[in-house]
């Protein structure tokens, strides 16, 4: 197995960000506030596109109405080819991020605003589908970036009021459609726009309110249930140690006195009572729990963190291996302190855990960081994601295990899977800000790889504290 050090440092390696790369930096699809899953527009213009087709050809086959088919077929097919470009170059469950997704809105307009025109601009019963691209950028996007685009829509609305070809009609049987009901048209698609604008961006907002609401909930009543159990075993043990140690203090000041050691034998017994007095004072700040006690308890090392989720895999059948490389020319940046999140340390626990289950020998967990970033990378020496599961990983119910209830299970060594962990896994690390990809190691090699990269701005506490502590 290659050596992950061989590994040139690129927190956005086009090897985990499986389809990214090439003209489209993976950085244009990061998690933002307001994710809009690139898949939800894709879908969206292919509905676009069979609609306008359908209408099109209905026009000018069935009712036998002249118009530029040519002209319009091609700016319908344009589309078609983007949703298959975009299908091919990125995965299914990319999530944009607000410039990228408000560009891709941005189009859909134009190119809705380009069919209208040759089709009789306002007049044309379908301007109303002006009202799409704004109700989803409402709510999925900034407000600012709804703006942006309600904006750009009522300018083009206004420039096919005066400019467009004829609107389609029976030959010989001239239509004149008073200047009055374009006018109407046009204020009835402001009025769509503002009314449904604020509406679909109201209750959506309240919808992620409420829900980033009870989010916080959850992990401050984990956090609170975390320190109160800490607190009682604090107490436990602090009260279950005192009184051993209180007795050692003092059968070594009965044995220096009576015994009336001198030289290495009552330098030892001295010492001995300093560490016993020691260990109880440490005891008692435990068990007042005091502010020092929290923040020692609070921040970890990252390969310390890594050890702490690889303890309880140690011992079996796959050997487990952590590498810490530190990055930044003759001048490595320090490594990086955490906070000891329970998401963190559940995403990454679950990830390994995953690994382990389907690697054959090895499991190679990376530990990378620079001035900028941090990065985890866990490689596994088995089969590898299939590409269909790949693209789709992720999502809930989404698993590679046997389902529960399978007969085969026991035969094989696996365990039932309802395709929750690695869903809830990246939801957790993606929340402390990380950016969770996946990929298989490029051949020769076999297994998959997944990588976490965090900007080291947001997650590293800083060490100071710490190295104090360890002195």
């Not at 956090?223 to 140690?241: F, K, P, T, V």
Request: hydrophobic fraction near 45%; include cysteine.
């Amino acid at each position: 197995m290659a050596s992950v050090m061989n590994l040139q440092f690129n927190p956005f390696d086009q090897r985990s960000s499986g389809k990214l790369g090439g003209a489209f930096p993976p950085s244009r699809f990061l998690p933002g506030p307001h994710n809009l899953r690139l898949q939800t527009l894709v879908f969206l213009r292919w509905l676009a596109v069979a609609g306008q087709t359908i209408a099109v050809l209905g026009v000018y086959l069935v009712l036998g109405f002249p118009l530029p088919l040519a002209p319009c077929l091609a700016v319908i097919s344009f589309s078609a080819w983007l949703n298959i470009f975009l299908a091919i170059r990125f995965r299914s469950n990319v999530r944009l991020r607000t410039r990228y997704a408000l560009m891709l809105l941005a189009y859909d307009i134009v190119q809705l605003a380009i069919l209208l025109y040759l089709t009789g601009g306002l007049e044309n019963p379908f301007s109303f589908l002006f009202l799409v691209p704004v109700t989803v950028s409402a709510s999925t996007l900034p407000v600012s970036r709804t703006i942006w685009l309600a904006v750009l829509t009522l300018c083009l609305a206004t420039l096919l009021a005066f400019e467009h070809l004829p609107l389609p009609w029976k030959p010989g049987e001239p239509i004149d459609i008073p200047v009055i009901y374009v006018a109407g048209i046009w204020t009835s698609l402001v009025c769509g726009i503002v009314f449904t604008g604020i509406y679909v961006w109201r209750i959506s907002e309240e919808a992620r309110r409420m829900s980033d609401a009870l989010t916080a909930a959850e992990m401050v009543l984990a956090r609170e249930q975390q320190l109160s159990a800490l607190d009682g075993l604090a107490a436990a043990a602090a009260h279950e140690l005192g009184t051993p140690l209180a007795t050692i203090a003092v059968v070594a000041k009965e044995l220096k006195r009576e015994l009336s050691l001198d030289g290495n034998h009552a330098e030892d017994l001295d010492l001995l009572i300093s560490q016993a007095n020691r260990c109880r004072e440490i005891l008692s700040r435990l068990a007042r729990h005091g502010p020092d006690g929290d923040r020692m308890l609070a921040r970890v090392r990252l390969s310390a963190m890594l050890e702490e989720v690889v303890e309880p895999l140690k011992g079996g059948d796959v050997d487990i291996v952590i590498r810490k490389i530190p990055r930044g020319g003759p001048d490595p940046a320090k490594e990086p302190v955490l906070n000891r999140n329970p998401g963190v340390i559940y995403g990454l626990a679950n990830l390994v855990d995953n690994a382990a289950d389907f690697a054959t020998e090895t499991v190679t967990i990376t530990a990378e960081w620079d001035a900028e970033h941090v990065v985890v990378t866990i490689e596994d020496d088995g089969p590898g994601f299939a590409q269909d599961v790949m693209d789709k990983l992720g999502e809930p119910y989404v698993t590679t295990r046997k389902s529960v209830g399978d007969e085969d299970l026991a035969d094989d060594g696996g365990h039932p899977g309802m395709g929750l962990g690695f869903f809830i896994a990246k939801t957790l690390l993606e929340r402390s800000g990380g950016w969770v990809t996946l990929a298989n190691r490029p051949q020769p090699e076999q297994g998959a790889l997944v990588r976490i990269v965090w900007s080291r701005r947001d997650i590293d506490v800083g060490s100071g504290r710490l190295e104090r502590q360890e002195v």
